[in-house]
Each structure stands twice: as structure tokens, then as C-alpha cells.
């Protein structure tokens, strides 16, 4: 049973507009959420977090939106670049329970930008 | 420079063989992670140590083994009894379980 799910496997936006990938969770326990870009035959780098304290985490052209009620959260980069495109995994995990069982990660969104 | 380091990058494996990658942080993380990626599939958990000494099953432990006699060091085993090993092995720390965590470079394993 999957516990995080992107259900976007590819999004394909123009440069310089908005990228929105949206991830969803089902265990009300997680309480910390992550985004990592993977380029292929990389590994995954940490891009932004939220705590489920927030509703709204920003850093330069990226922000991440929680909606706690809805068990939603999404990722906004605006303007997209070319640099871009790659898989995006949503992460998630019960923090506040001592977090014992690591990190869950969605399937992934292969985000592709284009001129 | 503090990181994670994989070795070897490609490693191949005749069937019937046991091989082992090698991950390695200086970072001071007690946290250490052994993902799976396929095709499709996303990040499958294999295996993780919160602690020296110790680790746990992660989602698809099976066919794999790890040991943690270091906090640095963390690898990994796969055994002749992994049915399909031949993947992209990415190995992960982080300061506390359930926190950020960063990854390694990763190491391909291809079974000829």
C-alpha cells in the first residue's frame, strides 16, 4: 500500500512558466515533508521541506505548499529553467514519533521543461 | 570535502556471486540508508541503521545483508539469493532517522 503517491509519472511545461508537481499521503502519522531532483544516474539532492507546523516553505524559485487536511502537498517552481528538468521524489515521514522507520518516497515525476 | 561516498560507481556480477558496495560518510550522520531504485519503481528501502551496531529491514531486505561496525561505514551485500539485483543502489545518512537526509552518488550493478 503506498503511503506517498505522485500520480503525475511526467509533466512537461514551458520555460519560464510555473512547474506544479503535487504529492499525496495517506498516513496522517507523517509530519515532515521533503522534495529531492534526481538527474539520472545521480543520486537524489535535497531541494526543500516543510514541518507540518507550516502551511507554506519557500526557498528562491522554489515553494512547497502543505495542505494538511487534504494530505496534499505541492511543489512550485516558478519560473521553470531547462536545469529543471529531472525526476522530483516527494518524501515523507513521522518525525515527531521518532521517525524510526526513515523516509518514504513517492514513485517520482519526470519534470521536463521545455524551450 | 564532507559527503557520501559509493564505490564502486558500475560493478558487474556473474550470477551465483556475492558482491558488496561500499558507502562511506564523514558527515558525523548516525543514520545510514541502502535504497533500490528501477525503473518506475521510485526508492525502495533495503535496509537502515539508526545506530552503530545496529540495523533494521528495510522494504525489501531480502537476497541483501548489511553490517554497521563504524558510524562511517555502512555497506552492503548482495547475495546470490537476490533473484534480480541488477538496479541503481543508492546509499543515504542523515542526522536522526525520519530526518533530511542526503544521498551518495549511487553505484549501477549489472549481472551478466
Known amino acids: 500500500d503506498q503511503q506517498v503517491k505522485q500520480n503525475s509519472p511526467s509533466l512537461s511545461v514551458q520555460e519560464g512558466r510555473i512547474s506544479i508537481l503535487n504529492c499525496d499521503y495517506t498516513n496522517s502519522m507523517f509530519d515532515y515533508f521533503l522534495w529531492y531532483k534526481k538527474y539520472p544516474a545521480e543520486g537524489p539532492t535535497f531541494l526543500i521541506s516543510?514541518?507540518?507546523?507550516?502551511d507554506k516553505n519557500e526557498d528562491g524559485r522554489f515553494t512547497v505548499f502543505l495542505n494538511k487536511s487534504a494530505k496534499h502537498l505541492s511543489l512550485h517552481i516558478v519560473p521553470s529553467q531547462p536545469g529543471d528538468s529531472a525526476v522530483y521524489f516527494c518524501a515523507a515521514s513521522a518525525l515527531t514519533g521518532g521517525g524510526a522507520d526513515g523516509l518514504t518516497f513517492g514513485k517520482g515525476t519526470h519534470l521536463i521543461i521545455q524551450p | 570535502d564532507g559527503g557520501i561516498t559509493q564505490s564502486p560507481k558500475y560493478l558487474f556480477r556473474k550470477e551465483g556471486q556475492n558482491v558488496t558496495l561500499s558507502c562511506e560518510q564523514n558527515?558525523?550522520?548516525?543514520?545510514m540508508y541502502w535504497y533500490r531504485q528501477d525503473p518506475g519503481q521510485g526508492l525502495r528501502l533495503i535496509y537502515y541503521s539508526q545506530i552503530v551496531n545496529d540495523f533494521q529491514k528495510g522494504d525489501i531486505a531480502e537476497g541483501y545483508s548489511v553490517s554497521r561496525e563504524k558510524k562511517e561505514s555502512f555497506p552492503l551485500t548482495v547475495t546470490s539469493a537476490q533473484k534480480n539485483p541488477t538496479a541503481f543502489y543508492l546509499c543515504?545518512?542523515?542526522?536522526?532517522?525520519?530526518?533530511?537526509?542526503?544521498f551518495g552518488e549511487g553505484s549501477w550493478l549489472t549481472v551478466v
Open positions: 558527515l558525523n550522520h548516525d543514520a
Open positions: 543515504a545518512s542523515g542526522a536522526a532517522s525520519g530526518n533530511t537526509i542526503y
Open positions: 516543510i514541518s507540518s507546523i507550516k
